[in-house]
Antibody, heavy 121, light 113 residues
Framework: QVQLVESGGGLVKPGGSLRLSCETSGFAFSGHYMSWIRQAPGRGLEWISYISGSGDTKYYGESVEGRFTVSRDNTQNSLFLQMNSLRAEDTALYYC??????????????WGQGTLVTVAS | QSVLGQPPSVSGAPGQRVTISCSGSRSNIGNYFVSWYQQFPGRAPKLLIYDNNQRPSGIPDRFSGSKSGTSATLVITGLRTGDEADYYCGAWDNGLTGGPKWLFGGGTKLTVL
């Protein structure tokens, strides 16, 4: 059974840092691109990062570029998001999502349940 | 452009047909595949349509997608109360600056009357 389980969320002060993890199971992790997507309370989805299977290629959303870093450990089947210089507007539920290997275009075919990050003083 | 354009809400009666539009530009929808996601309150999003008009296994054929030029449409026929959810479209954008960015639509809340 394919599973994505996020962890590492919590309450952090503005300017602080947090590292999110996404543990995966049930599929060949290294063969899939992965993404982080967030959703602020009562708001829509916002894509924030994308990483290739090897970890060599990374893309970021404008709102987090330069502050967030995505990485992965294929030996541990895990995805990470290092978040620095956090702002109140980073408060959101952070989802880990798998990029499918069957579509012609990239799509997010499996999602975790999310981990909540709250940035407040 | 950071968000694809979707109507904030649509509604329909059980059994009816509703459409949800997703508008973009040449830098995104015009050159890339569109996907659609369904999200129930308190739940993670779920892939509904990929590659403009393909359904993943398990998605009923009441849901269909299409794309024309720089716009895409999700159609739901035979509306059911269980279809009440938020719907998001998404596509890559090749961007004018920096690397590619993935864009989501602002989301459409479907109400079944």
């Amino acid at each position: 059974q394919v599973q994505l389980v996020e962890s590492g969320g919590g309450l952090v002060k503005p300017g602080g840092s947090l590292r999110l993890s996404c543990e995966t199971s049930g599929f060949a992790f290294s063969g899939h691109y992965m993404s982080w997507i967030r959703q602020a309370p009562g708001r829509g989805l916002e894509w924030i990062s994308y990483i290739s299977g090897s970890g060599d290629t990374k893309y970021y959303g404008e709102s987090v570029e330069g502050r967030f870093t995505v990485s992965r450990d294929n030996t541990q089947n895990s995805l990470f998001l290092q978040m620095n210089s956090l702002r109140a507007e980073d408060t959101a539920l952070y989802y880990c999502a798998r990029v499918s290997d069957y579509a012609s275009g990239d799509v997010f075919d499996v999602w975790g349940q999310g981990t909540l990050v709250t940035v407040a003083s | 452009q950071s968000v694809l354009g979707q109507p904030p809400s649509v509604s329909g009666a059980p059994g009816q047909r509703v459409t949800i539009s997703c508008s973009g530009s040449r830098s995104n929808i015009g050159n890339y595949f569109v996907s659609w996601y369904q999200q129930f309150p308190g739940r993670a999003p779920k892939l509904l349509i990929y590659d403009n008009n393909q359904r993943p296994s398990g998605i009923p054929d009441r849901f269909s997608g299409s794309k024309s030029g720089t716009s895409a449409t999700l159609v739901i026929t035979g509306l059911r109360t269980g279809d009440e959810a938020d719907y998001y479209c998404g596509a890559w954008d090749n961007g004018l600056t920096g690397g590619p960015k993935w864009l989501f639509g602002g989301g459409t809340k479907l109400t079944v009357l």
